[in-house]
């Protein structure tokens, strides 16, 4: 009984090619790109499109990864089924290809997920043969990094309000990423149960503090090796040192090796 909220998009090979579409669960993602991938196809059988103003290119063909299922009777599981069909779209999308993404990687461990969703994204920009014009709908919001290095990528996301505990689903693709994917908001609205929401929250603020732990120990880390650089300098002009390494062992006898041994362990001391 919610209206439609009609949504703009501006694809173009030379600037805008590559759309990154972050936001919440069930904010509206996945009706995006159907909604684009649905008027394309509209408009390549001649078909009036629901739309106020449409500027339409010839497509040759129109790619879509969305949904995940297995294929149980080819023997596939849902994550092979994935890449088969984002391998398929790679091997032959050309630059007047549509292709839609929905959360490739997803099937996968994250950090798995992540690298292959980044990789996809940049040979679908960089490769020669590509440069199709592709909407890439995720959950990675590491992705929306890569509108800084690709020219060609531009991020979106579906926009929505926090009204204290709520969250408001606005339907609106704004221009940015977001930053957060109200997960366990949607699983309270699908009806899990109260004590496992709870305890999600709780997992969730771990989560989040041992990532911000290992940031910071990740910056006290490098602190620590910038600080212990000028100390290394200062042991290369130490004369215990510069004696040691000048020393001739090979031609000393063992009773000359624990004398000079003694030696610099007495230098060593008075330093
Ligand atoms: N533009 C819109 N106007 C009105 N309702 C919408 C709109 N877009 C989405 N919805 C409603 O929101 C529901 C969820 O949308 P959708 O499946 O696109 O979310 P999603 O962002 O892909 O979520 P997920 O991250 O969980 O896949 C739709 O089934 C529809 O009811
Ligand atoms: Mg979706």
Do not use: W
């Not at 994550?79 to 088969?84: G, I």
């Not at 909407?135 to 990675?140: E, I, K, S, V």
């Amino acid at each position: 009984d919610e209206p439609f909220v009609p949504n703009d998009v501006y694809l173009c090979n030379k600037d805008a090619q590559i759309i990154i579409l972050t936001g919440p669960n069930m904010a509206g993602k996945s009706t995006y790109l159907r909604q684009v991938a649905l008027i394309v196809l509209m408009a390549q059988i001649g078909s009036f499109v629901p739309a106020r103003q449409a500027t339409i290119g010839l497509v040759d063909r129109i790619f879509t990864r969305v949904g995940a299922q297995d294929d149980i009777a080819t023997g596939q599981s849902t994550f092979m089924v994935e890449m088969v069909e984002t391998a398929l779209i790679l091997h032959h999308a050309t630059p007047r290809s549509l292709i839609i993404l929905d959360e490739i990687g997803r099937g996968t461990s994250t950090y798995d997920g992540l690298a292959i969703a980044r990789a996809v994204v940049e040979y679908i920009h960089n490769h020669p043969r590509l440069g199709a014009k592709t909407l890439f709908a995720t959950h990675y919001h590491e992705l929306t990094e890569l509108a800084k290095s690709l020219p060609r990528v531009r991020n979106f996301n579906v926009a929505v309000a926090e009204e204290g505990d709520r969250v408001i689903f606005l339907r609106k693709i704004v221009a940015g990423g977001a930053d957060r994917s109200y997960g366990i908001h949607v699983a309270q609205l699908a009806g899990l149960p109260r004590t496992v929401i709870h305890r999600a929250q709780e997992v969730l603020e771990e989560l989040e503090k041992d990532e911000q732990g290992r940031g910071r120990k990740e910056r006290l880390r490098q602190q620590m090796a910038q600080a212990q650089l000028p100390l290394f300098a200062a042991e290369e002009k130490n004369p215990v040192l510069e004696e040691l390494r000048s020393l001739p062992i090979a031609e000393m006898s063992p009773l000359e090796a624990i004398n000079k041994l003694y030696e610099l362990q007495q230098k060593a001391m008075t330093k």
